[in-house]
């Protein structure tokens, strides 16, 4: 019941979480507050999450930056962690306590692709989006990041029928297909576009 989960579960996951390092535990507690997916009256599960985004073990930052976007709690604060974690920029930097892996990165771009895929609002689909499309088409050659941005842009669950998102669909649509064209070397001009 609903007050199990705020009475019992939740405190009884945040001080499991809070009394060790070792990482299974610590990953497996983010795992399962995330999916309960609320935050509880006392704390907030991306305050659970932000601080092991800067922790030594590289297996509790991925778990961390993809359990926010699992739990997809509606907050500002997760949404731009999130950002900042996929583009690796000022607030990325700072959660992450210097350059964002690129491992992390990764997860961090799964991460909002699901926390984008449970939220109706167009406003917040076209954020992630924007941020993949970066790093889509950004300098870095990492094959991960670069599949975590086209898996993540495949998973924002853009609505055709709603008049206001079809200008999203055909811009994720061409962002995927500028992609595979640039990596078959087909000149700008020539490219064909998507449109709805």
Same mark, same amino acid.
């Given at each position: 019941?609903?007050?199990?989960?705020?009475?019992?579960?939740?405190?009884?996951?945040?001080?499991? &979480?809070?009394?060790?390092?070792?990482?299974? &535990?610590?990953?497996?507690?983010?795992?399962? $507050?995330?999916?309960?997916?609320?935050?509880?009256?006392?704390?907030?599960?991306?305050?659970?999450?932000?601080?092991?985004?800067?922790?030594?073990?590289?297996? /509790?930052?991925?778990?961390?930056?993809?359990? $926010?976007? /699992?739990?997809?709690?509606?907050?500002?604060?997760?949404?731009?962690?999130?950002?900042?974690?996929?583009?690796?920029?000022?607030?990325?930097?700072?959660?992450?306590?210097?350059?964002?892996?690129?491992?992390?990165?990764?997860?961090?771009?799964?991460?909002?692709? !699901?926390?984008?895929?449970?939220?109706?609002?167009?406003?917040?689909?076209?954020?992630?989006?924007?941020?993949? @499309?970066?790093?889509?088409?950004?300098?870095?050659?990492?094959?991960?990041?670069?599949?975590?941005? &086209?898996?993540?842009?495949? $998973?924002?669950? &853009?609505?055709?029928?709603?008049?206001?998102? @079809?200008? !999203? $669909?055909?811009?994720?649509?061409?962002?995927?297909?500028?992609?595979?064209?640039?990596?078959?070397?087909?000149?700008?001009?020539? @490219?064909? @576009?998507? /449109?709805?």
């Amino acid at each position: 019941t609903n007050s199990q989960i705020h009475e019992d579960i939740l405190p009884a996951l945040k001080r499991a &979480i809070d009394s060790t390092e070792q990482r299974d &535990i610590v990953s497996s507690c983010m795992v399962a $507050m995330a999916k309960i997916g609320q935050d509880h009256k006392s704390f907030a599960l991306v305050d659970v999450f932000a601080p092991r985004l800067a922790r030594n073990n590289q297996e /509790i930052r991925e778990t961390a930056a993809l359990a $926010m976007g /699992i739990s997809a709690v509606p907050s500002e604060k997760a949404l731009e962690h999130l950002i900042g974690l996929a583009r690796d920029n000022g607030v990325g930097r700072k959660l992450s306590g210097g350059k964002v892996s690129n491992r992390t990165r990764s997860f961090a771009l799964y991460g909002l692709g !699901l926390y984008a895929n449970e939220h109706s609002s167009p406003s917040i689909k076209r954020r992630a989006l924007t941020a993949m @499309r970066a790093v889509l088409e950004g300098s870095d050659r990492d094959r991960n990041i670069k599949v975590a941005a &086209i898996q993540g842009i495949g $998973m924002l669950a &853009i609505d055709r029928m709603d008049a206001e998102s @079809r200008p !999203l $669909m055909d811009e994720a649509l061409n962002s995927l297909l500028d992609f595979y064209l640039s990596l078959i070397h087909i000149s700008e001009p020539t @490219r064909p @576009r998507l /449109i709805s």
